[in-house]
């Protein structure tokens, strides 16, 4: 079984913020599939995608933390056309990366007890973040 589909989700202020409710929502078909993978792509270059703790809110503030400190808004970028938290956001979002895979088993994503999907925006200001979610296993 194949199946593709994208999807936007709503702007969020700049940060790490879970997403893995959204995403199931999206692909009941999921609950069909014995075995597979889901990857799941942001079609952004100022915004990104992880997996890491999804209980204790205190890791998302730390993460955005660490960020602002590996990648300052102070240093002198050249590409500042679309403000100042855009190319530090390019780097952020290069660090991270664009996209996860994901192991399905038995009809679930086979995420960790602690485990999360996070969008993570760098941008202040940024609009709707698409996602183009794949699919792809044998069904039960």
Not at 17 to 34: A, D
Request: charged share 20%.
């Amino acid at each position: 079984m194949w199946l593709q589909k994208s999807f936007a989700l709503p702007p969020v202020r700049r940060g790490f913020h879970l997403v893995t409710s959204q995403v199931l929502e999206q692909i009941p078909q999921l609950g069909t599939v014995r075995v597979g993978w889901l990857q799941i792509f942001i079609q952004h270059t100022s915004a990104s995608l992880t997996i890491n703790e999804n209980a204790d809110p205190d890791v998302r503030f730390d993460f955005e933390t660490v960020m602002n400190h590996l990648v300052p808004e102070s240093l002198d970028y050249v590409h500042t056309l679309e403000g100042r938290d855009d190319m530090p956001a390019h780097v952020k979002a290069s660090l991270l990366g664009p996209s996860l895979m994901i192991p399905v088993a038995d009809g679930r994503l086979a995420l960790g007890t602690w485990q999360g999907i996070y969008l993570c925006e760098h941008r202040d200001s940024a609009g709707p973040r698409r996602l183009v979610l794949t699919l792809q296993g044998e069904a039960s």
